[in-house]
């Protein structure tokens, strides 16, 4: 049961209606009789909660009119702390990702979900899942003799073609015959790593860097070399210089220059030309993640790594699991110098892609629709991060920082006094609540004090409900009461919209 006063619980019902846009700029709050009979409050009461509202600035009072929505003012967090990129980075080290990741996944488990901080894709509903339907169906109807023929070695000849025309976009020069389709982005790494590196070889990675990467690297028994990661700007390039002095066995960097994840920034176009120049010059293999780079605000994709690329030393993967269909584990790659290698290393791996998909998807993506989507896509994605981060910066506690990205689906935020995100991972496991710990995007476990929150989902009173239960965690653990102590009920447990003591829902 909520501990406070009926007038406060009232007031919070309008504050979310406000924060999630249901009552916009401009509009009128319903009226105070309408406040009494909805809610079956007394006049005092009703007035209460809307001078509650009008006291943090949500609301104005306009003379025989009643109140009306401000336009709020967005909370802003400080940005994440820069690293030092002045001392040579931390000798490259076994990740230990598995047993981490295992953890992981046998904590979450042990405990239902209510709500997932931690998922890595969008809502369902934002793909275009009728559009790829129908583009199926026609496809199977044109050519139902690709179910009994080969398949081709590298993907088939169409997608390709719609794969090559898309990418000069992103400054991306390739030919059809460049490209070879696999089975999602971690494939495409995973091919890379195994054309540029044996077992026992030093790979350089952003700090931090995505988990998935480092179980690779474990996987294919090579090493992690971290170097430090800007919250702004991505990977240092001075940082990784001084790398390549200290350790000159490093035979490959892989980079998230467009929407890191998980920190969602961007490199700029200076330090990107960098980083190629600097990696030609040393004759060390670049491998480019392009995972999120189209889910940029303003739906135009920043460019690619690859751009700058004169030689063929950049492995250009990407993937559509994140933009057009995460259940088709639909991704590419350009191989450069090391293409023929990666040809024969995805044979020998998996053998080619069924063909249907990839000719369903092509003709989607070679229409105006797809253009639609990823603007819709990314208009939403903006919405809901938004949303998330203005959340986060009204219930979390003084100290937090948090990144504000131009894109993608995630947020990074910095726990203030050094607190334990993975303390808050445990607590919130036990509110049903279930994020991201920032531990899991270092092999040596170095960002305990962040997290990674997901905001792929439409923000609802449910997730702004859990964002105050997680807040809760923190104050908790800084005055050693335990999680199960939080004030906040239990997610899930009262039917969306509804408030206690309220008799109605929203």
């Keep these: 049961m909520d501990p406070r006063p009926l007038y406060q619980r009232i007031a919070e019902h309008y504050r979310r209606a406000i924060h999630q846009g249901v009552l916009a700029a401009g509009s009128r709050l319903?009226?105070?009789?309408?406040l009494m009979r909805w809610h079956g409050i007394s006049l005092s009461t009703a007035l209460q909660a809307c001078r509650e509202l009008e006291s943090e600035g949500l609301v104005q009072a306009k003379a025989r009119s009643g109140y009306f929505v401000l336009r709020p003012e967005r909370l802003?967090?400080?940005?994440?702390?820069?690293?030092d990129t002045s001392r040579t980075p931390e000798h490259a080290s076994d990740t230990g990702m598995h047993d981490r990741v295992s953890a992981f996944v046998t904590q979450s488990e042990r405990y239902p979900c209510s709500v997932d901080f931690a998922g890595g894709v969008a809502a369902s509903h934002l793909y275009p899942v009728d559009l790829?339907?129908?583009?199926?169906?026609?496809?199977?109807?044109?050519h139902a003799q690709v179910l009994v023929q080969p398949v081709p070695r590298q993907g088939h000849p169409f997608f390709r073609a719609v794969l090559a025309r898309r990418a000069l976009a992103q400054g991306v020069?390739?030919?059809?015959?460049?490209?070879?389709?696999t089975h999602g982005c971690v494939e495409a790494l995973n091919l890379a790593l195994r054309a540029v590196a044996m077992p026992g070889d030093t790979i350089a990675v952003e700090s931090p860097a995505y988990y998935g990467l480092l179980q690779i690297l474990e996987s294919l028994g090579m090493r992690a070399l971290e170097i430090p990661t800007s919250p702004q700007s991505g990977i240092s390039v001075d940082a990784l210089d001084l790398a390549f002095q200290a350790y000159p066995c490093i035979k490959a960097v892989v980079v998230v220059p467009n929407r890191h994840n998980p920190l969602g920034c961007v490199m700029p176009d200076s330090e990107k030309a960098r980083l190629v120049a600097l990696c030609e010059r040393q004759g060390v293999a670049v491998i480019e993640d392009d995972t999120y780079g189209l889910l940029a605000d303003n739906a135009v994709a920043p460019a690619a790594l690859k751009a700058w690329d004169a030689t063929g030393n950049v492995i250009f993967c990407a993937s559509l699991h994140k933009t057009v269909a995460p259940g088709m584990r639909l991704g590419w790659m350009i191989g450069g110098r090391w293409h023929a290698r990666v040809t024969m290393l995805k044979y020998v791996q998996s053998r080619p892609n069924e063909p249907l998909a990839q000719l369903a998807v092509a003709e989607f993506m070679e229409s105006s629709a797809y253009d639609r989507h990823l603007a819709r896509l990314c208009h939403h994605l903006k919405r809901q991060r938004e949303q998330m981060a203005q959340a986060i910066a009204v219930h979390f506690p003084s100290g937090t920082r948090m990144n504000m990205p131009g894109g993608g689906m995630f947020l990074w935020i910095e726990l203030p006094d050094g607190r334990s995100a993975q303390d808050m991972f445990e607590l919130g496991l036990k509110e049903g609540i279930r994020i991201i710990p920032g531990s899991m995007f270092s092999g040596t476990g170095r960002f305990d004090h962040c997290v990674r929150i997901s905001c792929g989902e439409p923000f609802t009173a449910k997730l702004e409900h859990a964002v105050r239960t997680l807040a809760a965690t923190i104050s908790n653990e800084r005055d050693g009461r335990p999680g199960s102590a939080v004030a906040a009920q239990r997610v899930g447990s009262r039917p969306q919209g509804q408030m206690a003591g309220s008799g109605s829902r929203a």
């Design 30 to 34: 319903p009226s105070v009789r309408s």
């Design 76 to 83: 802003r967090l400080p940005s994440v702390r820069e690293p």
């Design 132 to 142: 790829l339907r129908r583009s199926m169906a026609r496809a199977l109807r044109s």
């Design 173 to 181: 020069n390739a030919s059809a015959d460049d490209i070879i389709v």
